[in-house]
């Protein structure tokens, strides 16, 4: 079946610097990924939607320039968390779109990444 | 708009118990329904999901749900639990015209035994 990978699994950094999380798509193109942001015990927050080539879409209420969105090619998206605060500590999923034949259009999630902010 | 209500958020059963976690949803056009598990520190695996063919959808794991579009529900059910069941289960849907996935709040699996 279609595997994404993320890095790192888990990143401590101090208040103030940046953060870059991989997602890669290992055995399927991806022109579309998707990532999420769940707090303790709660549901999946989509962020924004990326696309290969071109600008993020982002949700309402996600702050583009602080989530820093690239997809530069069809098996990586990266997701910068820049000038981190506690408050952006948090786990991060990624999701890749599958559209090869029979793949209904599926979204295959990745096994997330937990940001603590010190 | 389309929207996901997951009625309990913990749901606690005996080994070999019969499993039943709810999920209603709320959709202006024909949805795609589905239903992801979640084990601590991990992402999301896709347990079965609905697109508009057979309303009885059986999944991985021994999980099925039905849609019911008079209801409006699509309850996850299987018939015997497992210690390995416990988990964190989503519901989603989906507008088939969209991309993006609207999840419910989970319902957190205990299997007791």
């Known amino acids: 079946g279609a595997v994404v990978s993320q890095h790192p699994s888990r990143v401590i950094c101090k208040s103030g610097t940046s953060v870059k999380i991989e997602c890669r798509s290992l055995d399927f193109q991806a022109t579309t990924m998707f990532w999420y942001r769940q707090f303790p015990k709660k549901s999946l927050m989509l962020m924004a939607t990326s696309n290969e080539g071109s600008k993020a879409t982002y949700e309402q209420g996600v702050e583009k320039d602080k989530f820093l969105i690239n997809h530069a090619s069809l098996t990586l998206s990266t997701l910068t968390v820049t000038s981190a605060h506690p408050e952006d500590s948090s786990f991060y999923i990624c999701s890749a779109r599958d559209l090869g034949p029979g793949q209904g259009n599926e979204q295959y999630f990745g096994p997330g990444t937990r940001l603590t902010v010190t | 708009a389309q929207s996901v209500t997951q009625l309990g958020s913990h749901v606690s059963v005996s080994e070999g118990a019969l499993v039943l976690l709810r999920c209603n949803y709320s959709?202006?056009?024909?949805?795609?329904l589905f239903w992801y598990v979640q084990y601590p520190n991990q992402g999301l695996q896709l347990l079965l999901k609905y697109t508009s063919a057979a309303t009885l959808v059986k999944g991985i794991n021994g999980f099925e749900a039905e849609f019911k579009k008079s209801e409006t529900s699509f309850h996850l059910t299987k018939p015997s639990a497992h210690m390995s069941d416990a988990a964190e289960y989503f519901c989603a849907v989906r507008a088939y015209n969209t991309d993006k996935l609207i999840f419910g709040t989970g319902t957190r699996l205990q299997v007791f035994p």
């Open positions: 959709s202006s056009v024909p949805p795609y």
